[in-house]
DNA sequence: CTGAAAGCGCTTACAG
DNA sequence: CTGAAAGCGCTTACAG
């Protein structure tokens, strides 16, 4: 900059001036002189500097278990897309649900004075996010509930009411021996999916204990909780699924396995991720809201860094996206 | 800092000298005075003001045309995970395969004073990189080949070698009416897969032009490809995909039409993308070592940054990937 | 319309 | 073993 104010014969504080497009007080010729000179020499400020003076970076973070599902790469796309078009720049930081490399991350995170924090927490979070509040870092969580604070922001989409989309659906349909497979209840969004399956099945009268397994939000652990449920040898009409995920690797074990969807066993799943498509048959899901999420989220986390916004929770709906891989069930049958 | 210099009675250098655990020329007392003060105020360094002084900020930049994308989404967890054992974080940046949306995340990398960038480019990278070497930013090309610069690090797999794999695979089967789906030749790496169909299936004698069509590299792509491929009423015996997700869209597409795979027609992509054992049938498929290309790219990197290495191509074998969408044809059928 | 000077929070070469 | 001082490249409040 020194260089460039030299060149120009004005001082440094002129030249912050117009690259800062502060349009006061500067004569044109002056902002043309130096205009020209950035471009003849190719600078490029340094936002180092820029940051330690202004406390601002210009960037987030955002911490999620894993970018390779694609429930997570869809929501860090939208993200990293609305952030660059709010002026924001993106670190990610992959926890494989791993709290000690969470708060790991957010060490690292605040002493590179990030702006705020997008945070989809694999567990109990607590310690990050006291560290987080501690150093007035403006967080938004999203999608994975956290029960170990009192007050935040946060956008989630409607799991109770999703879950319910889900069970009423198939219901419906005549399906009467419904089995369920859980997340890991210690993972609080999918504690919330199964309290509402309990619940509502036993409204409906189909709640059945047996037909409920838990397992991970991961193809294996759907093919291994699909794995249990075969084994008990219980009539199932449908299969359930708290992730999409969970749901495709359920269909690869019933295909292998000589099942045939939807007229042997029909399978919901939950999320609707981009690849619920892509298969023979198409899944049947309850979508979650992803791009509406992640574009919410950062909007929302951009407007309290920028002191628009206080903190607050956002819920967005679900919706029952019907596909192939579910079928009625005929009165008689059942 | 000044504050827990204050508080320890000793100076800032002090300080310093014992948070970047410069062993040397402090006593165990003060050093134990200052770590426990430290942990007490949960005191965390201001990394910005560091990076200023020392020009190196720690942070990687990686360049992308779409994390949702599982090929790129699967790279893109293997550098995070590989930069963050080696002490770098990462700014992720999708460019959607627009350069003029790349030349401006490489301007504001360097603004940032990122280390060094890993690399996939979407088309024509030529000014970008001449940025990035004019301002002597260390970088490694992942994936897509540039020629637009002389002599830079890269990390490959063997393109030419592998379409060679996947075509002798065909052949050996005794498919003779092989289609191509390549991609959009204006990007490099789909144009080396392309000339090396061309050549292997000439040297086979079983070059068809009207058997090749062109698309993105996509799930829409694959799709529209093999419709178009379709209509032109030709025998078809293999569908030889140069990326996986074309090949998991022209399954589907397929599936839709009533064909049965590979029963009616064959299915061979290139890349082995995580899902690709997912569907069903499972893709038989041309492997990239996509996990050792990424972690090969970020340690390559890392090297060059660190100044123990100069630039480099590395190239990585392939590999067949046999599963159950290709099958034999029978001499006399053939 | 323009600029001198202080300050952001560190590190480092140097002196003691 | 310890510290004073300069400097990294910006911005900003203030004076002119």
């Known amino acids: 900059m020194s260089d460039i104010a030299e060149k120009a014969n004005v001082s440094k504080t002129t030249v912050s001036k117009v690259l800062n497009n502060r349009e006061i007080n500067v004569s044109a010729s002056t902002r043309q002189k130096i205009l020209d000179l950035v471009k003849q020499f190719n600078y490029i400020p340094n936002g180092v500097a820029?940051?330690?003076?202004?406390?601002k970076t210009n960037t987030i973070g955002i911490i999620l278990p894993d970018i390779e599902n694609p429930f997570f790469a869809a929501m860090a796309k939208v993200i990293e897309g609305m952030a660059e078009n709010k002026g924001y720049n993106v670190i990610l930081c992959n926890s494989y649900n791993n709290e000690k490399?969470?708060?790991?991350?957010i060490r690292?995170?605040?002493?590179?004075l990030i702006d705020g924090v997008i945070y989809a927490s694999g567990g109990n979070s607590e310690e990050s996010l006291n560290i987080l509040r501690s150093n007035k870092i403006p967080f938004v969580v999203v999608d994975r509930y956290v029960d170990s604070i009192d007050k935040y922001s946060g956008v989630f989409s409607k799991n109770s009411e999703g879950i319910e989309k889900g069970v009423r659906y198939l219901y419906n349909l005549n399906h009467r021996n419904i089995a369920f497979v859980a997340g890991k209840s210690k993972v609080k969004v999918a504690k919330l999916r199964n309290e509402s399956y309990t619940h509502i099945s036993k409204e409906l009268g189909v709640y059945n204990k047996d037909l409920i397994v838990e397992s991970d939000f991961s193809i294996e652990g759907g093919m291994k909780a699909t794995e249990e449920l075969l084994s008990i040898k219980k009539k199932i009409d449908a299969i359930f699924y708290s992730s999409d995920v969970m749901a495709l690797g359920g269909m690869k074990y019933l295909i292998r396995n000589g099942y045939n969807i939807p007229t042997d066993i029909s399978i919901l799943g939950f999320d609707n991720i981009n690849i619920a498509a892509l298969f023979e048959p198409e899944?049947?899901?309850?979508?979650q809201p992803i791009h509406e999420i992640g574009r919410t989220a950062c909007e929302l986390l951009v407007n309290i860094i920028e002191g628009n916004c206080e903190d607050k929770i956002i819920e967005l709906d679900t919706n029952l996206i019907e596909?192939?891989?579910?079928?009625?069930?005929?009165?008689?049958?059942?």
């Open 283 to 287: 899944l049947t899901t309850v979508e």
């Open 50 to 55: 820029r940051s330690l003076t202004t406390r």
């Open 323 to 334: 596909r192939n891989s579910v079928k009625r069930i005929h009165k008689e049958s059942s």
């Open 101 to 105: 490399k969470e708060e790991k991350y």
């Open 108 to 112: 690292l995170l605040i002493s590179k």
